[in-house]
Structures are given as structure tokens and as C-alpha cells.
């Protein structure tokens, strides 16, 4: 079953505006991944959150991790149509062996309209 | 792109028969994973590799086999293909250094099962 339940699940602005995405998960977590997909196109990593973090910014992006309610939230500030994509949480489960598996949510479309 | 490749592309075989998706990479990394994207279910990890012969199961796995004779190519085979496997395949490698524990993406086999 999916670990991540991303909110919303389609998300139309204007340029200019900010974009907020969110993303919940299930389990203890060692880290927090959010990536980025154009449409026909592979996954591209944006930015990742470890458990022991609770914000991380990178450019335009900052990301918000809150372990006790099993959530997290990416924020993408003056938001560009070049930003128009898919956007997925990911998280890496605790657990034996350091094998990096990772679940993804399902993502949230965002369109940024210019 | 860290040097990953998938061929093929697209791929359109009927129900029943063998399929085999390679993935290619050019950086020598020891983690490498297979995931499947469909509708409404995000990419789900199908099987994964720690190593050349050293394979485990992911989250969907029955219905597909992998094998990794070298460190570069991790092929993953429908021994008996059928229409609920039509999706579009990702391979990833893993990166890992001290701020950063990255998947990434080649761009994708979309696979058709008629």
C-alpha cells in the first residue's frame, strides 16, 4: 500500500503566486524526498528532509518535516510556468539493512498559469 | 541523468509473452531499483539490487523476475507478460554521500500489453 497521501491532488496559480503541496505518511521514516516530474518524463529529485530536520530550504523550494504528525509540506515561492509538473513526496521507512527503498505518494499536479 | 539509460523505449507485445527491460548505467553505483508509474498509484517499487547477484523483492514484484550479471545493467524480465503489467517502467540508481542519499531517474519504457 502507498506510504505517502499527497493534498492536493491538482493545483492551479498564477505565476507569481506560491505553490503549497502536502504529503502524509505512515511510518517511522529516516528521510523525506520530494521530486519532480514533467510530464513523459523521468523523476527528478528536488530536495531531501531527514528525520531529524525539520526545515530545509533550496532556492525557491523550502520543506517542512513534522515527524509527530507524520507529515510534511513543500512550499515553491514565486512560482514560474516552468514550474508546471507533477510533484511526489517520497519516503525512505525505517527499518533493517540500509537499502534506500522508497515510497512514493501519489502525487500532486500543479499548473502554473502565466 | 547520472548515465542512465532504458531501452527499450516503448515497447508493444501481445499477452503471454517474454518481455526484458534493461537499464543501463555508466557510474558504477551499487543500488539499483525498479519501479513501476500507473494512474492513480504513483511509482511503486517492484525489485531492487544491493549489488551484482544480489537482488530482493519490492512492493509489487509478483509477475516479474531481475537479474544483475554486472554492475551496470539490471535487467527486469515478465517471464509471461499481461495486460495489468501495461505501464510505464523507471529505473533508478542510488546516490549516497554525506548531505545527500539520491535516486535517480532514467527516463522511462513505456510498455504496452495487448
Known amino acids: 500500500s502507498q506510504q505517502g497521501e499527497e493534498d492536493p491532488q491538482a493545483l492551479s496559480i498564477q505565476e507569481g503566486e506560491n505553490a503549497t503541496m502536502n504529503c502524509s505518511y505512515k511510518?517511522?521514516?529516516?528521510?523525506l524526498q520530494w521530486y519532480r516530474q514533467n510530464s513523459g518524463r523521468g523523476l527528478v529529485h528536488l530536495i531531501l528532509?531527514?528525520?531529524?530536520?525539520r526545515e530545509k530550504h533550496s532556492g525557491r523550494l523550502r520543506v517542512t518535516l513534522d515527524t509527530s504528525k507524520k507529515s510534511s509540506s513543500l512550499l515553491i515561492t514565486a512560482s514560474r510556468a516552468a514550474d508546471t509538473a507533477s510533484y511526489f513526496c517520497?519516503?525512505?521507512?525505517?527499518?533493517?539493512?540500509?537499502?534506500?527503498?522508497?515510497?512514493f505518494g501519489q502525487g500532486t499536479t500543479l499548473q502554473v498559469k502565466p | 541523468d547520472a548515465g542512465i539509460t532504458q531501452s527499450p523505449r516503448h515497447k508493444v507485445t501481445e499477452t503471454g509473452t517474454p518481455v526484458t527491460l534493461r537499464c543501463h548505467q555508466t557510474?558504477?553505483?551499487?543500488?539499483m531499483y525498479w519501479y513501476r508509474q500507473d494512474p492513480g498509484h504513483g511509482l511503486r517499487l517492484i525489485h531492487y539490487?544491493?549489488?551484482?547477484?544480489?537482488?530482493d523483492k519490492g512492493e509489487v514484484s509478483d509477475g516479474y523476475s531481475v537479474s544483475r550479471s554486472k554492475t551496470e545493467d539490471f535487467l527486469l524480465t515478465l517471464e509471461s507478460a499481461t495486460s495489468s503489467q501495461t505501464s510505464v517502467y523507471f529505473c533508478?540508481?542510488?546516490?549516497?554521500?554525506?548531505?545527500?542519499?539520491?535516486?535517480?531517474f532514467g527516463p522511462g519504457t513505456r510498455l504496452t500489453v495487448l
Open positions: 511510518t517511522s521514516i529516516n528521510n
Open positions: 557510474e558504477n553505483h551499487r543500488y
Open positions: 517520497a519516503t525512505e521507512p525505517t527499518g533493517p539493512g540500509n537499502t534506500g527503498k522508497l515510497i
Open positions: 528532509i531527514r528525520s531529524n530536520e
Open positions: 539490487s544491493y549489488g551484482v547477484k544480489d537482488t
Open positions: 533508478a540508481i542510488r546516490t549516497s554521500d554525506r548531505s545527500t542519499d539520491t535516486q535517480y
